[in-house]
């Protein structure tokens, strides 16, 4: 029977420490929240590995997954959550993150587009005592009757820059995704300034390109 106590404090201390994670309570957070609750129950085994896990996979050929630990910890530490800061999970899954993002004070609405995972995710958070409400709907289009959020994390990568999710950030708000509009991905964190916003690349990382966010397809002559 694997230790998945151990497991957690073995993923903190060999793979998220050592990828320029320092905030201590993000670390203790981690030690705690039991990811291999979150994963399909054929992954237990791996849930603790330096790599995505697959929850499911859409017929338009994308996918949705758990963001590999060492990169959803870099992503939610640039996010610098503070207690009752009002946060948006895109593309959720079974709940993880945002039972992290919850743990650490957040004021966490998950959205999903997938009823399944939608209504597992509910189930694990409940069971947990994560207070954290999960929605139901596309996740490209985010969650306008809650916004604005102060922060927003996007589980996956997209090709095409998510203005439907930014312009629901408050004047101050930050989001956090995989830009891979140029093949190789790359975390960008963005922040918005009164009508403006800016970005800054943060470190190099791969994700699935999330379902409305991909680059149409040109023709080539």
Do not use: W
């Not at 404090?9 to 060999?14: E, I, L």
């Not at 979150?38 to 790599?51: L, M, Q």
């Not at 708000?173 to 963005?190: I, K, N, P, Q, T």
């Amino acid at each position: 029977m694997l230790d998945f106590a151990q497991a957690r404090r073995t993923m903190v201390d060999c793979q998220v420490r050592t990828f320029d994670v320092v905030d201590h309570a993000l670390l203790s957070v981690l030690e705690e929240v039991p990811r291999e609750r979150f994963v399909p129950a054929a992954a237990e085994a791996t849930a603790y590995s330096d790599r995505a896990i697959t929850l499911t996979r859409f017929a338009d050929g994308t996918a949705r997954v758990m963001l590999p630990p060492m990169v959803l910890a870099r992503m939610i530490q640039a996010l610098d959550i503070v207690p009752g800061s009002r946060i948006l999970d895109v593309a959720g899954g079974t709940g993880y993150a945002s039972a992290v993002m919850e743990r650490l004070g957040g004021d966490v609405v998950m959205l999903e587009a997938d009823p399944a995972l939608a209504e597992r995710a509910k189930a694990i958070l409940s069971d947990l005592g994560c207070d954290v409400t999960v929605q139901v709907g596309p996740v490209a289009e985010g969650y306008a009757a809650g916004a604005p959020y102060d922060l927003i994390l996007v589980n996956g990568a997209y090709e095409t820059v998510p203005d439907e999710l930014l312009a629901q950030l408050a004047d101050g708000g930050r989001l956090a995704a995989v830009d891979a509009s140029e093949g190789a991905g790359r975390v960008v964190l963005f922040q918005r300034a009164g009508e403006a916003v800016g970005s800054r690349r943060l470190f190099d990382a791969a994700a699935p390109v999330i379902e409305g966010l991909r680059r149409a397809p040109s023709f080539q002559f």
